[in-house]
Nanobody, 124 residues
Framework: QVQLVESGGGLVQAGGSLRLSCAAS????????MGWFRQAPGKEREFVAA????????RYADSAKGRFTISRDNAKNTVYLQMNTLKPEDTAVYYC?????????????????WGRGTQVTVSS
């Protein structure tokens, strides 16, 4: 089992940047592919970005491409989401998740463990 704790959320103006972190504890972090998801009020949880456990293959939602960058540091048991050029529609609770699948996946129900989330609010 792995425990995940997100941090780095907050209030930012449109066009600004935030860097989210997700610290993992428990089982070996490098066993897991890691993902970031978000959920806005009244909407379903949606995929944002994911990174594989060893070769660092990444995938992004179309809404994140060119603005967000996912990375991980297996020595620090941490995954990051650098978010630039933020827009009001990026406002949501952001969750990190860990998956034991063989490859990077975008479906929430293929992730085994979830953090509690961190709020990101982008003002116009």
């Amino acid at each position: 089992q792995v425990q995940l704790v997100e941090s780095g959320g907050g209030l930012v103006q449109a066009g600004g940047s935030l860097r989210l972190s997700c610290a993992a504890s428990g089982r070996t972090f490098s066993y897991y592919n890691m993902g970031w998801f978000r959920q806005a009020p009244g909407k379903e949880r949606e995929f944002v970005a994911a990174i594989s456990r060893i070769d660092l293959t990444t995938r992004y939602a179309d809404s994140a491409k060119g603005r967000f960058t996912i990375s991980r540091d297996n020595a620090k048991n941490t995954v990051y989401l650098q978010m630039n050029t933020l827009k009001p529609e990026d406002t949501a609770v952001y969750y990190c998740a860990a998956s034991l699948t063989n490859s990077v996946v975008v479906t929430p129900n293929l992730y085994n463990y979830w953090g509690r989330g961190t709020q990101v609010t982008v003002s116009s």
